[in-house]
């Protein structure tokens, strides 16, 4: 079946450590999304990426680095630098359509520091 | 900034058809209205769009004003499992090089027996 997925489910990290979230996709998506989502709160868009070898940020990228090797692959590294990671991450991708672009997302990766 | 305003939340009787309201006072001619709900701790699901018509399939209706600056969301025999935050949402530019649909806190819908 086509579809979006992320690993692990449930992440724990240790202070002053990296941790790296994996995204694939078999919907032979052009753009991936990693959003962050804490308790209450909505999405925001942490990197963006329309093409391979290429990503840009979104409002929260500081502490966040992301890397686009092949068009199915989108992995979010949470670097020792991002001061609160404890939070819900939801990968996406679309069919980057000018006019229409509906999302589809993962089911989320869930990320807590110890 | 999430373009959208919707109420942060709204009950509905089971059975009954649930309205949920939606504000883009600043949406562009050529710009879609998207709804998807997030369940509790899973990824966010895709409802419906439309741009100007009404539009309608398995799982609920959209109705847009004529001046399309806001538009409802039509659940016509809600369920408890149609709990959920629904969010309404049109793209946005975001950096330089492109656009991406930005989600608000959405409207958290209740259903009850």
């Known amino acids: 079946d086509g579809g979006i997925t992320q690993s692990p489910k449930y992440l724990f990290r240790k202070e002053g450590q990296n941790v790296t979230l994996s995204c694939e996709q078999n919907?032979?998506?052009?753009?991936m999304y990693w959003y962050r989502q804490d308790p209450g709160q909505g999405l925001r868009l942490i990197y963006y990426?329309?093409?391979?070898?290429?990503?840009q940020k979104g409002d929260i990228a500081e502490g966040y680095s992301v890397s686009r090797e092949k068009k199915e692959s989108f992995p979010l590294t949470v670097t020792s630098a991002q001061k609160n990671p404890t939070a819900f991450y939801l990968c996406?991708?679309?069919?980057?359509?000018?006019?229409?672009?509906?999302?589809?997302f993962g089911e989320g990766s869930w990320l807590t520091v110890v | 900034d999430a373009k959208t305003t919707q109420p942060p939340s709204m009950d509905c009787a089971e059975g009954r058809a649930a309205n949920l309201p939606c504000n883009h006072s600043?949406?562009?001619?050529?710009?879609?209205v998207y709804w998807y709900r997030q369940i509790h701790s899973q990824g966010p699901q895709y409802i419906i769009h439309?741009?100007?018509n009404n539009e309608t399939n398995e799982m609920a209706s959209l109705i847009i004003t004529e001046d399309r600056k806001s538009s409802t969301l039509i659940l016509p025999h809600a369920t408890l499992r149609d709990t959920a935050v629904y969010y309404c949402?049109?793209?946005?530019?975001?950096?330089?090089?492109?656009?991406?649909?930005?989600f608000g806190k959405g409207t958290t819908l209740s259903v009850s027996s």
């Open positions: 949402i049109v793209r946005v530019e975001i950096g330089q090089a492109g656009t991406a649909l930005i």
């Open positions: 600043t949406i562009s001619g050529n710009e879609y």
């Open positions: 439309g741009l100007k």
């Open positions: 990426s329309q093409i391979v070898n290429d990503f």
């Open positions: 919907l032979n998506h052009d753009a």
């Open positions: 996406a991708s679309s069919i980057l359509d000018r006019v229409i672009d509906t999302i589809y």
